[in-house]
């Protein structure tokens, strides 16, 4: 049972490129979260999505990114017209259908990378 | 803001010593996951609390909550080089569904 993959694992962009981050999640999870981490900094939840849904996006910057967990294929974190700030470690995690009431851990992706120069 | 707060920031020690890290969030938690990140790596889940007052051991490692499920801590007894890494504690928020993490604590270690 493969783990949960991201790609690229490592990207570049100049300022002003729109950057797309891909999450795999881990085979039968139906939920995944985007997390973004500064360095030297902790996880800052970004958005939970699950499939065709955005159940929680209220760490999302208002503009510029969004994400989607389409019915085929990864979830997709886009960010258009990327700053110098947006330059973090970005972290997919995904969490089997369970509901809340017996919450079970996240299983994060090897994240991507993000360098705007 | 922050709503759950993690001290120390950071931590070196001699190998063999002793280290704790802590957790505080201003609201109940529903439940408490602990998660270690190697440098250079991704969070690794280590373990769930979920019930006030419960302690959980995983070799030298020592877990509690809090009676009111508002703050929670990891202990290492002996530490090992292999223990190096970024500790972070997540808490559910009662009500909430997502968790929200610690800043974490970084442990380094001196041979």
């Known amino acids: 049972n493969a783990g949960v993959m991201q790609n690229p694992r490592h990207l570049v962009r100049r300022r002003g490129q729109e950057a797309r981050l891909r999450c795999s999640p881990m085979k039968g999870h139906s939920h995944v979260y985007w997390y973004r981490q500064l360095p030297e900094e902790g996880l800052k939840f970004m958005v939970y999505?699950?499939?065709?849904?955005?159940?929680?996006e209220s760490g999302m910057p208002k503009e510029r990114f969004s994400a989607e967990f389409p019915k085929e294929g990864p979830s997709i974190l886009r960010i258009q017209q990327v700053v110098r700030g947006d330059s973090a470690a970005y972290f997919c995690?995904?969490?089997?259908?369970?509901?809340?009431?017996?919450?079970?851990?996240?299983?994060f992706g090897p994240g991507t990378r993000l360098t705007v120069l | 803001g922050q709503q759950v707060m993690q001290i120390p920031q950071y931590q070196h020690v001699q190998e063999g010593e002793d280290f704790t890290t802590y957790c505080n969030s201003s609201?109940?938690?529903?439940?408490i996951q602990w998660y270690k990140q190697r440098p250079g790596g991704h969070p690794v889940f280590l373990i769930q609390?979920?019930?006030?007052?419960e302690v959980k051991k995983q070799k030298r490692l020592t877990f509690q909550f809090g009676e009111a499920k508002k703050n929670s801590s990891l202990h290492i007894t002996a530490t090992q080089t292999t223990d190096v890494g970024t500790y972070f504690c997540?808490?559910?928020?009662?009500?909430?569904?997502?968790?929200?993490f610690g800043q974490g604590t970084r442990l380094t270690i001196n041979p």
């Open positions: 999505l699950q499939k065709e849904n955005i159940i929680d």
């Open positions: 609201t109940t938690l529903s439940n």
């Open positions: 609390l979920v019930k006030s007052g």
């Open positions: 995690a995904s969490s089997p259908p369970e509901n809340w009431g017996s919450y079970n851990e996240q299983f």
């Open positions: 997540a808490g559910v928020i009662q009500g909430a569904q997502k968790l929200v």
